[in-house]
């Protein structure tokens, strides 16, 4: 009984592990981070969604009459669909990472807060929109204002229920994994009846596996239900989460080959000599 308290023991912490450690990787680092989230803005629903939200900063702040507001639109979706601006959108989130970890820890962040929704700040791409319009020969445009360009990403509920309890994660990315992995290896070397214990280790690691995939599924409705930019803050969450996807998904491989190798030894042990011929 002991052996099968040990590895299930190491099968529900191997859930929080590989969160943990493909969090870390993925959020801790500011350079991961932004290699993660800089390919988002090749989706083309996801450019038309951010040129909508900074078309409507611009044209909120100053009075345009409808084919000024489509002149705009047509600038900003130009820029939007520009090298130009996937360089913005990387210095942006490179520069909001440190804020967002802040956010996720639970401390104190400067990321912009619009009532319950975290918005991420572009700067001010104005200028360059101007350029754009002025080259276009339209009339009005040196009296657009000088605006700060930022889309809604999450609310803040969403995130904490999308990752609860971040800071303890990160705080145990090495200590989780190792007691999984001592846990398991104890449970199956130390202990006879080895293959009822593969079994159990592997049908366990299976269907934690499963169990954190279906809490993420839950997760990404929610950040995606309640974001301002849905297209974006499904795509946000799918690049940082994408690599741990993986993982689980490997983790749940490995666990299914257990079972059904320990399954199948099981069978072929328990033959007894001559019976084959029978």
């Not at 204002?145 to 800071?167: N, T």
């Not at 846990?183 to 293959?195: D, E, I, K, T, Y």
Request: glycine share 12%.
């Amino acid at each position: 009984m002991l052996r099968i308290v040990l590895v299930l023991l190491g099968c529900l912490l191997a859930g929080p592990a590989v969160v943990a450690y493909s969090l870390n990787q993925e959020v801790g680092d500011q350079e991961s981070y932004t290699q993660a989230v800089t390919p988002v803005v090749d989706d083309p629903e996801v450019r038309a969604e951010i040129a909508d939200r900074v078309t409507d900063g611009i044209t909120s702040k100053v009075g345009l009459p409808a084919p000024g507001v489509q002149l705009v639109a047509i600038a900003v979706r130009k820029f939007v669909a520009s090298g130009a601006f996937r360089t913005v959108w990387a210095d942006g989130n490179r520069a909001a990472q440190p804020q967002v970890l802040a956010l996720l820890r639970g401390e104190p962040s400067t990321l912009r807060i619009d009532g319950d929704t975290v918005m991420l700040d572009l700067g001010a791409v104005t200028d360059r929109l101007k350029a754009d319009l002025v080259a276009s020969h339209v009339p009005f445009a040196q009296s657009l204002p000088d605006v700060d360009a930022s889309v809604a990403l999450f609310s803040r509920p969403a995130v904490r229920f999308a990752v609860p309890g971040f800071a303890v994660f990160q705080g145990l990315v090495v200590a989780l994994p190792v007691a999984a992995v001592v846990f398991v290896v104890v449970g199956l070397v130390f202990f006879r009846r080895r293959r009822v214990t593969v079994v159990v280790t592997g049908v366990g690691l299976a269907v934690v596996m499963l169990l954190v995939l279906g809490y993420q599924w839950i997760a990404r409705g929610e950040l995606v239900g309640s974001s301002g930019s849905p297209r974006l803050a499904g795509a946000f969450y799918d690049a940082l989460t994408g690599p741990m996807d993986v993982l689980l998904w490997t983790v749940f491989g490995v666990g299914v080959v257990l079972a059904i190798g320990g399954v199948v030894g099981r069978g072929l042990g328990g033959r007894r000599p001559g019976t084959a011929g029978a």
